[in-house]
């Protein structure tokens, strides 16, 4: 055993794949009470970008995740609630849309809008937690935020939306599955996201600091400084900055 290598690629890929799995259980846990959905999914995605996909992987997952949880619990749990409203209504006009697909002209017309409707609705969904674990933002300023992010790049929305209601499919027929598949998700969009979070911190002037390639942002925690939010989508007075 002496001779043993710990820092060996087979070693860290067994060491990342077990905190994916912590990381998935903590998720599974904070989400129970329904209301803690959006701080918690907050949590799990700045704890696979920050800690188990980064330099800093050697700190405390349990840690970095609770932290996180903590910090934007408030705001989470309005964020959940909103949430959880929308999700209602969206979901029971795809219902209402299978019901009467097979009832002429306005049935097809009507799930072809609800189909149109849930595809924006899920990416917007998405992209709510990746913004609370990235900016210091009102309520408000993460939906308008989240609802600017779905609005660009829609293909690739779409395709995380699509990739979303497929791990749920597999969740549902192979429960053991939502021990693997929230922090599998998470690893999955954290490139798309990422980049969409540094691209606009660097179209926003919002960074503190030197530049650094843009491959290397993706690893490194910016300090963003205080702005006015308000300058890009008029109302009301937020400030920003990035989280470490």
Known sequence: MNGFNYNSPIMRILETIANMFIVSFFWCLCCIPLVTIVPSCAA???????VIFSEKRGQSVA??????????LIEGVVLSLILLLTAFIVFYGDYCAYQIFY??????????????ITLFYLPTVIYMP???SRFDVTVGSVIRLSVYFT???????????LLLVFLVLCVYMFPLALLIAPALFADL?????????????KDN???????????????QQQEVSAVDLDNKFKKGKDHARNKN
């Open 205 to 219: 002037n919002l960074e503190n600091g030197p530049e650094v390639k843009a491959e290397e942002e993706v690893e």
């Open 44 to 50: 799990l995605y700045h704890t696979i970008t920050k």
């Open 63 to 72: 840690k970095d995740f609770f932290k996180t949880y903590k910090e934007n």
């Open 103 to 116: 009832k002429g002209a306005f049935g097809l017309f009507y799930a072809i809008l609800a189909i149109v």
């Open 130 to 132: 990746v913004v609370l």
């Open 189 to 201: 969009f954290r490139p798309v996201a990422e980049k969409r979070m540094l691209q606009f911190i």
């Open 151 to 161: 609005m660009t790049k829609i293909y690739a929305n779409i395709g995380m939306a």
